[in-house]
């Protein structure tokens, strides 16, 4: 039998556990926090078990080039990089706000940290688990602090080689032993033939 952690409060993961459902919000709620608010209603009503957003610290993690860079895209927020990334995301109490607007309505919250300062604030926040994106699972010193807060941690798998994969359970294990992967393909929208489950194996 698979081993067994438990994800978040009362809810473990493995073995003969049920399978726990992430609905991934990300940044499609537009900047807007009553658009996020009725994303987070309608994942409890779907009944999953998690709302997750992504989260970054973006003065951190661009530098002043990448942010002021032309951004013309027919999708783009902002005549920048910078205004496009700053109008979806929200702040530290527009976050503590949605936690709470989540657990009121009894779902579990939390994000991906995309970056070192991101995950200093969610570990703030007190989310339940840390979720790594597949840009971040062959950051090896990313992955290593994060393990280091001893928080249960979902890691994706998206983009990076079984070889990446064992080494990044070889620097997570010793460290934090409460983690699981997510097989991901890096495909939008994903074929069926290209989920790939049996690599699980």
């Known amino acids: ?3 067994e952690f438990e994800l978040c409060p009362g809810r473990r993961v493995g073995g003969d556990q049920p399978c726990f459902i992430i609905a ?6 537009q900047g807007d926090l009553d658009i996020a608010k009725r994303m987070i209603r309608m994942v ?7 709302a997750k957003f992504q989260k970054s610290e973006l003065e951190y993690k661009f ?3 990448a942010l002021e860079r032309p951004y013309t895209s027919k999708h783009s927020w902002g005549k ?6 700053r109008y979806l995301e929200f702040s530290h109490d527009q976050y503590r706000e949605l936690k709470k607007y989540a657990e009121e309505i009894g779902i579990f919250f939390t994000a991906s940290g995309m970056d070192e300062m991101a995950v200093e604030f969610l570990h703030e926040l007190d989310v339940p688990f840390f979720k790594v994106g597949s840009g971040d699972t062959n950051n090896f010193p990313y992955l ?4 280091k807060k001893g928080r249960p941690m979902v890691i994706s798998s998206g983009m990076q080689s079984m070889n990446t994969m064992h080494q990044v359970y070889q620097i997570v294990k010793p460290i934090n032993p409460n983690f699981c992967f997510l097989q991901c393909t890096s495909a939008y929208p994903l074929q069926p033939e290209d989920v790939n489950l049996r690599v699980i194996s």
Not at 24 to 29: D, F, S
Not at 44 to 50: F, L, T, V
Not at 80 to 85: A, D, V
């Open 80 to 85: 920048t990089y910078g205004e496009h990334k």
């Open 144 to 147: 290593e602090k994060t393990a």
């Open 63 to 65: 530098n002043k080039k």
């Open 24 to 29: 991934e919000i990300g940044q499609n709620h």
């Open 44 to 50: 409890k009503d779907c009944g999953a078990d998690c």
């Open 1 to 3: 039998m698979s081993r």
